[in-house]
C-alpha cells in the first residue's frame, strides 16, 4: 500500500461516488451519470492554513476543472491547491 502525503499547500481529495442506478431504479450508463462536484479530504498538507489533518473526512465542493488528478492504490484522486475549495458540508 502506497502512503502520499501532500506538500506546499496542497489537499488530496476522494471524488464522490456516481450513481449506477436512478431514483426510479433505472440503471444508468457510465456516460449518462451525473458528477457532482463532491469529494471527500484525505489528506493534508501540514502547512495549510484554513485546512488541518482534523479535516480529514470533511465533504468539500470543487470547481469542474480543478486539480490534478491520479491514481493510489487503485482509487481515482485528485490533489487540489487548498484555495480551489469553492465550500464545505457541515
Given at each position: 500500500m502506497?502512503?502520499?502525503?501532500?506538500?506546499?499547500r496542497?489537499?488530496?481529495?476522494?471524488?464522490?461516488e456516481?450513481?449506477?442506478?436512478?431514483?426510479g431504479?433505472i440503471?444508468?450508463?457510465e456516460?449518462?451519470?451525473?458528477?457532482?462536484?463532491?469529494?471527500t479530504?484525505?489528506?493534508?498538507a501540514?502547512?495549510?492554513?484554513f485546512?488541518?489533518?482534523?479535516?480529514?473526512?470533511l465533504?468539500?465542493?470543487?470547481?469542474?476543472?480543478?486539480g490534478?488528478k491520479?491514481?493510489i492504490?487503485?482509487?481515482?484522486?485528485?490533489?487540489?491547491?487548498?484555495?480551489?475549495?469553492?465550500g464545505?458540508?457541515?
Amino acid at each position: 500500500m502506497k502512503l502520499f502525503k501532500p506538500a506546499l499547500r496542497k489537499i488530496l481529495v476522494l471524488p464522490k461516488e456516481k450513481e449506477e442506478v436512478s431514483k426510479g431504479g433505472i440503471f444508468l450508463p457510465e456516460d449518462v451519470r451525473s458528477a457532482e462536484p463532491i469529494f471527500t479530504i484525505v489528506e493534508v498538507a501540514e502547512d495549510c492554513h484554513f485546512f488541518t489533518t482534523e479535516q480529514i473526512g470533511l465533504q468539500v465542493v470543487l470547481g469542474k476543472f480543478t486539480g490534478h488528478k491520479f491514481n493510489i492504490n487503485d482509487v481515482d484522486h485528485i490533489l487540489i491547491n487548498e484555495t480551489d475549495i469553492l465550500g464545505y458540508y457541515v
